[in-house]
């Protein structure tokens, strides 16, 4: 099995940045899954925030994060990051890793990542 767990979310005002952790770890886990990030906000669908392949050479991102969104892996520590950076309230989400088996422009066209963790709040003030 694989077990995703996230860190690093909290309360930042408009504007802040936060980087989000997820350590993967697992009998299965493969350092050549692709890895994801996706967000829930409050009384809304899941949604898809961004996606690393496995060697962190392709990533892929929603419009809403462009230009200030960052993820990034280490493939040693089995760690996948999101730098948030120009944080605004629509950011405020529960913010969720996923790791998948195929590659990251699969996942991007939409199709469900296989492993998910429990997820990490994260809080933006106005």
């Known amino acids: 099995q694989v077990q995703l767990v996230e860190s690093g979310g909290g309360l930042v005002q408009a504007g802040g940045s936060l980087r989000l952790s997820c350590a993967a770890s697992?009998?299965?886990?493969?350092?050549?899954?692709?890895m994801g990030w996706f967000r829930q906000a409050p009384g809304k669908e899941r949604e898809f925030v961004s996606v690393i392949n496995w060697s962190g050479g392709s990533t892929y991102y929603a419009d809403s994060g462009k230009g200030r969104f960052t993820i990034s892996r280490d493939n040693v520590k089995n760690t996948v990051y999101l730098q948030m950076n120009s944080l605004k309230p629509e950011d405020t989400a529960v913010y969720y890793c996923a790791a998948g088996i195929y590659s990251a422009s699969y996942y991007y066209k939409g199709y469900g990542m296989d492993y998910w963790g429990e997820g990490t709040l994260v809080t933006v003030s106005s």
């Open positions: 697992g009998r299965t886990f493969s350092s050549s899954y692709a």
